[in-house]
């Protein structure tokens, strides 16, 4: 592998907003002790260790915990990067309507701190009482991102562009979610105790074994498409709030195996739909529209669609 160009940044010649502020391609850009900003900076191709570095950086040894830093990445345009290190305050704030944050495709290794914030631009309108489509994911923009493995305890993604972002066995207690794009992504075997997603597109996403809460808010929620599995053969439960959660669009519907949905609060009678494979246990009262789609396949011919292409408000992964 061709190796990058350093670059150190600290307080003293820390990046500011300037159009200047572009790195080009396959930089290692090193933040020192302090506060740094690498707000309105592009990044392609590039790896950024984060915390004073005592050996060789690609090691990832780091000083202790009292010399990580904040990074500003307000406005910021990053793509295929690498965020190695702990990042106690990391700020991806859009800097205006015009100057959004762009994180594409990039990942975040050892990557540990408390909130975080990746706001939006375009405000959700409080309280959330049913879907916003033209609100949805109109923040900072950090689809196929991935969070594999992190600590985001308590990290405002609200209205944040997450599409495709892999969340696996991550922990996101006390996430707040609200109105974010969460289509196609990976909860698989994470942590969504606590953790607000109300009003938030979760099409076709995977929560398979994902720990939830009580306190878990889907409320509102687009959950068209959405994966409820445990493969282990064994029940596994979920708990949380689903008062106006939209469990089906047209042929579409939230897919379940071995799942145990009777801790759940807020649903009411034929409000749940969803496909299986194996069995689901529903709270005591609530109608469920099941319908064995394996068995389906086997015993009708494929319906004609009736939907115009393009027609569909949701878009492609909705």
């Not at 002790?33 to 392609?44: C, H, R």
């Not at 074994?209 to 808010?217: G, K, N, P, Y």
Request: net charge negative; with cysteine; proline share 4%.
């Amino acid at each position: 592998m061709e190796k990058p160009e350093s670059l150190k940044l600290n307080p003293v010649n820390a990046v500011r907003p300037k159009p200047q502020a572009e790195y080009g391609a396959k930089k290692l850009i090193i933040l020192e002790t302090g506060d740094a900003s690498l707000a309105g900076a592009t990044l392609n191709q590039s790896y950024v260790l984060g915390g004073h570095i005592d050996r060789d950086p690609m090691n990832t040894s780091f000083a202790p915990e009292t010399e990580h830093i904040d990074v500003l990445l307000s406005g910021a345009h990053i793509d295929g990067s690498t965020f190695i290190g702990h990042y106690p305050g990391l700020n991806a704030d859009a800097l205006d309507d015009h100057h959004p944050t762009v994180i594409h495709n990039s990942r975040f290794i050892r990557l540990e701190g408390q909130g975080y914030r990746f706001q939006t631009v375009v405000p959700i309108n409080q309280p959330v009482t049913k879907i916003q489509p033209k609100a949805i994911g109109k923040g900072a923009n950090l689809s196929r991102a991935n969070f594999r493995q992190a600590d985001l305890t308590g990290t405002d993604f609200t209205g944040c562009n997450l599409e495709s972002t892999n969340f696996t066995a991550a922990n996101l207690t006390g996430c707040n979610f609200t109105g974010a794009n969460l289509a196609k992504c990976s909860f698989n075997g994470a942590n969504l105790s606590g953790a607000t997603l109300v009003g938030a597109s979760l099409a076709k996403t995977d929560f398979s074994s994902t720990v939830t809460s009580a306190e878990t808010d889907f409320s509102h929620a687009y959950m068209a498409g959405a994966r409820f599995y445990c493969l282990r053969g064994e029940k596994f439960a979920y708990l949380g709030m689903f008062r106006g959660t939209i469990f089906a669009h047209g042929e579409k519907r939230i897919d379940v195996a071995n799942a145990d949905f009777s801790q759940v609060s807020g649903l009411v009678n034929g409000q749940f739909a969803c496909y299986y494979k194996s069995d689901v246990i529903l709270p005591a009262g609530v109608e469920c529209l099941s319908t064995n789609r394996f068995m389906e396949a086997r015993e009708t011919q494929p319906k004609v669609a009736q939907t115009t292409p393009g027609t569909d408000a949701w878009g492609e992964g909705f």
